[in-house]
């Protein structure tokens, strides 16, 4: 018994993670059924305002812009509103857009660095276009010798 459970505490250290629960689309799309249904209509009702961070605020679902793209037709009909493929069934639905439309998640982290990544190229892109002038500038200013290149086999003119 001790060795199992000294055996399972290294497994533990070895690889932290191995507990780890991560919310399926279909666990959000329940929990988001409940929040919407009770949740907030009492948080509107009181005119509270969700911290930004706060999971329960409806911006920080990674699969909200995807449900939203769900096009419900009829019982057995479907439709991605990305790109307009058409399913029989709303799990079918999902795995297209766990393998084709996975991209469009949202990512917090990833528009964070993108948005970082963005502002630095406006800021330093001006300032590149700046060096290049003056440097243009004063290569113009500069006097500039000039030098004639004999072609090769031709005799030099005598002066």
């Known amino acids: 018994m001790a060795s199992s459970i000294s055996l399972d505490s290294r497994i533990r250290l070895q690889n ?85 439309h996975k991209n469009l998640l949202d990512n917090k982290q990833t528009n964070r660095f993108y948005l970082a990544l963005c502002i630095l190229t406006l800021i330093l892109l001006p300032l590149f276009y700046l060096i290049v002038f003056l440097h243009q500038r004063e290569m113009k200013k500069g006097v500039q010798d000039l030098k004639r290149f004999s072609k090769i086999g031709q005799k030099k003119k005598p002066s």
């Open 16 to 100: 932290p993670h191995t507990h780890e629960v991560h919310c399926s689309r279909e666990r959000s799309r329940a929990a988001w059924e409940a929040i919407d249904e009770y949740l907030m209509p009492f948080v509107e009702k009181e005119k509270y305002e969700l911290p930004s961070k706060c999971r329960l605020r409806p911006d920080n679902d990674m699969f909200r812009e995807q449900e939203q793209h769900k096009i419900h037709f009829d019982i057995n009909e479907w439709r991605c509103g990305f790109c307009k493929k058409a399913f029989r069934a709303e799990k079918f639905l999902d795995q297209h857009f766990e393998n084709r």
